[in-house]
């Protein structure tokens, strides 16, 4: 089915390791976000890409990095994890414009211990 | 700057019940209003949305009408069933930036 894809689903990691997270769309879009979601805190954009070749910081950037892969792919790296890095993790892609809406993907919900 | 504030939940009501969520919202301009939906373990899904004042969103049976005067776009449902229970997300978007905006969510519990 087409729609936004992220892996992992779960993730546990030790403060200080770093890992990737993954994310492919399939509808062409040409916008791709990625967003934290914490209990009573709805969701923060951490990063996004407005077009293929284009990154910029969203409300909370600290300890993270994106690539824009290809228009297809839009990654999210944590260098160094921190515990207040724990959280659920969403991407999503969209047409030129939120007014077609988001699509999003089923998130990935990481631990850092 | 742009912000959108929802009323706090969980809100639980007995399945046939009318539902109102509340969301207002602070813009410079003229924004367009969203109403996501997220059942558990997933993603958030566009349920309605209304790009201009006195616009009228509806979908499944949920209604939000985009009011200027108060800055609001209530979201409502004449009557909830079980299948209901999510937590909904009301977002603002501004035409100068490719971002949304969103609201902390308000839990929906609809019990039989």
């Known amino acids: 089915n087409a729609g936004v894809t992220q892996t992992p689903k779960f993730q546990v990691l030790k403060t200080g390791q770093s890992m990737t997270l993954q994310c492919a769309q399939d509808m062409n879009h040409n916008s791709m976000y990625w967003y934290r979601q914490d209990p009573g805190m709805g969701l923060r954009l951490i990063y996004y890409s407005a077009s293929e070749g284009t990154t910029d910081k969203g409300e909370v950037p600290n300890g993270y990095n994106v690539s824009r892969l290809n228009k297809r792919e839009f990654s999210l790296r944590l260098e160094s994890a921190a515990p207040s890095q724990t959280s659920v993790y969403f991407c999503?892609?969209?047409?030129?414009?939120?007014?077609?809406?988001?699509?999003f993907g089923s998130g990935t919900r990481l631990t850092v211990v | 700057g742009n912000s959108v504030t929802q009323m706090e939940g969980p809100v639980t009501l007995s399945e046939e019940a009318f539902l109102t969520i509340n969301c207002t919202y602070t813009?410079?301009?003229?924004?367009?209003l969203f109403w996501y939906v997220q059942y558990p373990g997933e993603g958030l899904q566009l349920l309605l949305k209304?790009?201009?004042?006195?616009d009228k969103g509806s979908n499944k049976g949920f209604e939000a009408t985009y009011r200027k005067e108060t800055t609001s776009f209530h979201l409502e449902k004449g009557s909830v069933q079980v299948s209901d229970s999510a937590v909904y997300f009301c977002?603002?978007?501004?035409?100068?930036?490719?971002?949304?905006?969103f609201g902390s969510g308000t839990r929906l519990l609809v019990r039989p």
């Open positions: 977002a603002l978007g501004m035409d100068s930036s490719y971002k949304l905006i």
């Open positions: 813009a410079t301009g003229y924004p367009s």
């Open positions: 999503a892609s969209s047409r030129v414009s939120f007014n077609y809406g988001y699509t």
């Open positions: 209304a790009t201009k004042a006195d």
